[in-house]
């Protein structure tokens, strides 16, 4: 029986008329063969698509959250118009950052969402020409609903100067429920009446006197009793 030596690479490539084979450093027979494409280990690559894959979603995420502010705040500008401060507010409650909101309050500024002279008008519209407040009256709610002070100013000055005339004729309509009190306690409740319309003080004193002049009560000559 013929016994044959098996033959390593070399030999077997000698016999066939072949270069041998030589390895580059590193590499052995039967390493896998990595792909010319790959530069690196795949480990830190498959990092970073995670990496990328979670910003996105944060991205997407706080796209969300902005969105879901801007709806609240224009669901709160449909029932009534809101100065910038109370804008602010709403989105600093929707959980939106600072830089946001800013972002936000500016888009809705130039969309015409937000405007406080407009709010002002409102408030002057609201307050003097339909309840008959005065002037103090108008600017304490300008003050409530956190206006820019120089839109309020502005539109304060506006304000036709006419305050003493409107007490006039809040005062004489008032005191004819008052025929059943004396002279003194008409003149305090006229006064007070009116102060709390926010009358100025000077006004309130030229009005409870006409009021009362018109009656013939001016006086004081006439007592009543409770």
């Not at 010319?36 to 990496?51: R, W």
């Not at 306690?185 to 006197?209: E, N």
Request: aromatic content about 4%.
């Amino acid at each position: 029986m013929v016994h044959f030596e098996p033959k390593n690479d070399a030999a077997e490539r000698a016999d066939a008329g072949l270069a041998p084979v030589t390895y580059l450093p590193g590499a052995a027979p039967g390493m896998k063969r990595r792909s010319p494409l790959q530069t690196g280990p795949a480990e830190p690559v498959a990092e970073a698509e995670a990496d990328a894959e979670t910003d996105a979603e944060t991205d997407a995420d706080a796209l969300d959250q902005r969105e879901r502010a801007e709806k609240v705040l224009l669901h709160r500008l449909r029932g009534r118009s809101l100065s910038i401060v109370e804008a602010l507010l709403v989105l600093n409650g929707s959980g939106v950052d600072s830089g946001e909101a800013s972002e936000i309050i500016e888009k809705f500024i130039q969309l015409q969402y937000l405007d406080e002279a407009k709010l002002a008008d409102q408030i002057i519209h609201s307050h003097n020409v339909r309840k008959g407040l005065g002037r103090t009256a108008v600017e304490a709610e300008m003050r409530r609903r956190k206006l820019d002070p120089g839109v309020m100013m502005d539109k304060l000055e506006e304000l036709p100067d006419d305050e003493a005339e409107r007490a006039i004729d809040l005062a004489t309509k008032r005191i004819g429920q008052m025929e059943r009190f004396n002279d003194q306690t008409i003149d305090r409740r006229l006064t007070g009446f009116l102060m709390r319309k926010g009358y100025g003080s000077a006004a309130v004193r030229v009005a409870v006197k006409a009021a009362m002049d018109s009656r013939g009560g001016g006086d004081g000559s006439r007592v009543r009793f409770r």
